[in-house]
């Protein structure tokens, strides 16, 4: 089993930046992919940013809303997967939740088998 918690939320002005984190503990496989998704309120969730397992090459994407703000990466020596978010708008504002699994999917927000955390809020004022 995997437990995911979620850190780093908090309210910023439109313009700011926040680094969110996920520390993972238990069996972590080389083979797992990790990612980030979020859900705003009244929306359903969606993806935000990928990083692929390390046997895969480790390449990273993401969701065109995000594309040249957010920066996903981990730290494999503790776990831990990160989310920069810079430049960040109003309509970031959401849910932010940790993911990690071997078919994470952030267009289709699919993680079939795979575990979640437990979300930490990020709310962006005008």
């Known amino acids: 089993n995997l437990h995911l918690v979620e850190s780093g939320g908090g309210s910023v002005q439109a313009g700011g930046s926040l680094r969110l984190s996920c520390a993972a503990s238990?069996?972590?496989?080389?083979?797992?992919?990790m990612g980030w998704f979020r859900q705003a309120p009244g929306k359903e969730r969606e993806g935000a940013a990928l990083?692929?397992?390390?046997?895969?090459?480790?390449?990273?994407s993401y969701v065109d809303s995000v594309k040249g703000r957010f920066t996903i990466s981990k730290d494999n020596t503790d776990h831990t997967l990160y989310l920069q978010m810079n430049g960040l708008k109003p309509e970031d504002t959401a849910i932010y939740y940790c993911a990690v699994g071997h078919a994470l999917d952030i267009v289709a927000v699919a993680n079939p088998y795979g575990y979640w955390g437990q979300g930490t809020q990020v709310t962006v004022s005008s």
């Open positions: 990083i692929d397992s390390d046997v895969s090459g480790g390449s990273t």
């Open positions: 238990g069996v972590v496989y080389d083979t797992y992919q």
